[in-house]
């Protein structure tokens, strides 16, 4: 007769597997293997809790994302550890979630040291009474705006935001110390990436940035979408600085059959990521934006398929765009597929080769990964190239 896996195994047993995966700072295994995840998802079935998915504890009635949810937490492990926080140190959270990270956070430097910010009271309400239930009363949570912070209890050594963000607010910059440290999934050009920022002086300096998905703070529109068909199965996502005619560009879908499929030289296995296309293409083009298509719109054969028909690069200028393709080829049983580009409108040809030069640029270095730099808006930005934001200006160069 099998035993019921008890939450400590379980738990355990994520742990192990999260480890296996990647490294895992010491400290940051000793909490994952403390904090009782289950406890910050009551009603959610043993098993469940303790597998390396998210978890939604608030819908958003008409929206794609759920407003709140507890991250995954491979991604939480990994996060933790861009964070190096050590004992004493003061974290500001911002997006309390289940408050299961904040618990974590308290285990890391002490449940004194942590103050956790969400904006909404629901949301508040659950992490507040889960901490407290879990044992973890001393931790402080806010309900307020997180772009406001928490100035009352700054300044911080770490702060940790485990929502999307857009644009670095200043108020994060007033209440955080000089030599501090700032994780945050920063979202630009379509794509989020979790960034490790080290402060120093009017700078922050990435040492770290690494894929991952969060659901957006609230209160920052940066980033536009817009439907280029009818029937909104084909959609792209920009920002707010770039220069898109979204009505030219549905007007060549419309009319247009692919103007042409293009091959890059690179080669990649079944299980090998290609992302760094993307992060290599907006560190010096500012046409790079974020296509999605779904699978409806792939079926009918509206478009060609994307690399990834929800979230893949595209290059667009005027009427015209080129978007990132996986083409299966059976010559090399390693790499069996092969990136590309496909094509819409009259300037795609040129959108291809330029996309395919960014292909061949990450083919030539695919684990290179930029060095970011933060400035205030009112500041001057670093070399390199810069995208500009409203409160902050991003600068990459590899």
């Not at 928490?150 to 770490?158: G, I």
């Not at 485990?162 to 030599?179: K, M, Y």
């Not at 879908?253 to 993307?278: N, Y």
Request: proline residues 6%; glycine residues 8%.
């Amino acid at each position: 007769m099998s035993q019921t896996p008890t939450a400590d195994r379980l738990r355990n047993r994520l742990v192990d597997a999260i480890i296996s995966e990647r490294g895992v700072p010491c400290d940051v295994e000793r909490a994952m293997r403390t904090v009782p995840r289950d406890a910050f998802l009551p009603g959610i079935e043993l098993e469940n809790a303790y597998t390396d998915q998210a978890v939604t504890i608030k819908d958003n009635p008409g929206k794609p994302l759920p407003l709140s949810c507890a991250s995954v937490p491979s991604v939480v492990a990994m996060m933790l550890g861009q964070l190096d926080a050590r004992p004493g140190d003061k974290v500001l959270e911002v997006g309390a979630g289940t408050g299961y990270n904040a618990a974590l956070l308290a285990d890391l430097v002490g449940g004194d040291n942590v103050t956790t910010v969400d904006i909404d009271s629901d949301v508040a309400l659950h992490a507040r009474t889960t901490l407290n239930t879990a044992g973890y009363e001393s931790v402080t949570v806010i309900e307020r705006n997180g772009l406001l912070g928490v100035h009352e209890n700054a300044p911080y050594d770490r702060i940790i935001a485990t929502v999307g963000v857009w644009d670095i607010p200043a108020t994060w910059w007033d209440q955080l110390v000089d030599g501090g440290r700032l994780v945050l999934p920063l979202r630009w050009r379509g794509q989020t990436r979790s960034v490790a920022l080290t402060r120093r002086g009017d700078e922050l300096v990435s040492d770290g940035m690494e894929l991952c998905g969060f659901v957006p703070i609230i209160g920052q529109n940066g980033e536009q979408a817009a439907s280029l068909n009818a029937a909104d199965t084909v959609r792209l996502h920009y920002d707010q600085d770039q220069a898109v005619d979204t009505d030219a560009l549905a007007a060549t879908l419309a009319a247009d059959k692919p103007a042409g499929h293009f091959l890059s030289a690179q080669r990649i296995g079944g299980e090998e990521s290609f992302d760094g296309v993307w992060l290599r293409a907006t560190a010096g083009d500012d046409r790079v934006c974020r296509l999605e298509v779904t699978p409806e719109a792939v079926e009918q054969d509206l478009v060609s398929r994307p690399a990834a028909p929800g979230r893949s690069p595209v290059l667009v200028e005027d009427d015209s765009l080129a978007y990132l393709t996986v083409t299966r080829e059976g010559a090399d049983p390693d790499r069996p597929f092969r990136l590309g580009a496909a094509t819409y409108g009259p300037r795609g040809e040129d959108l291809a080769h330029d996309l395919i030069a960014h292909i061949d640029a990450w083919g030539s270095a695919r684990l290179a990964v930029p060095r970011m730099t933060v400035t205030p808006s009112a500041a001057g930005a670093a070399p390199g190239h810069v995208i500009s934001k409203p409160e902050s200006r991003i600068t990459l160069a590899y």
